[in-house]
Nanobody
Framework: VQLVESGGGSVQAGGSLRLSCAAS????????MGWFRQAPGKEHEGVAN???????NYALPVWGRFTISRDNAKNTLYLQLNSLKPKDTAMYYC???????????????WGQGTQVTVS
């Protein structure tokens, strides 16, 4: 299983980005997926997750600003980031597993990350 993130970049506060995570594997539609982030000197933090049935869950700091979605036909996970703040600056990772982990970082498969910088 491979997960490859893209879409990160540098934006000003209040701006938007859309992150993508391309996944391999024929059973992608059955996986639970999540987005996590880690800022320098800070702990790994769960951002949002989406179940195989499309149910979503968000961490409080991003509630109402970020939206997680998936396109099973394209084997791709997305994270729309709106109203970005400097404290959102971090490396963002996608994760996948057949088990449900929610915002816990016990997922089996992880991508390499994409950097988001908000100034």
């Amino acid at each position: 299983v491979q997960l490859v993130e893209s879409g990160g970049g540098s934006v000003q506060a209040g701006g938007s980005l859309r992150l993508s995570c391309a996944a391999s594997g024929r059973t992608y539609s059955k996986w639970c997926m999540g987005w996590f982030r880690q800022a320098p000197g800070k702990e790994h933090e769960g951002v949002a997750n989406i179940d195989d049935d499309g149910s979503t869950n968000y961490a409080l700091p991003v509630w109402g600003r970020f939206t997680i979605s998936r396109d099973n036909a394209k084997n791709t996970l997305y994270l729309q980031l709106n109203s970005l703040k400097p404290k959102d600056t971090a490396m963002y990772y996608c994760a996948a597993d057949k088990e449900y982990w929610g915002l816990d970082d016990d997922y089996k498969y992880w991508g390499q990350g994409t950097q988001v910088t908000v100034s």
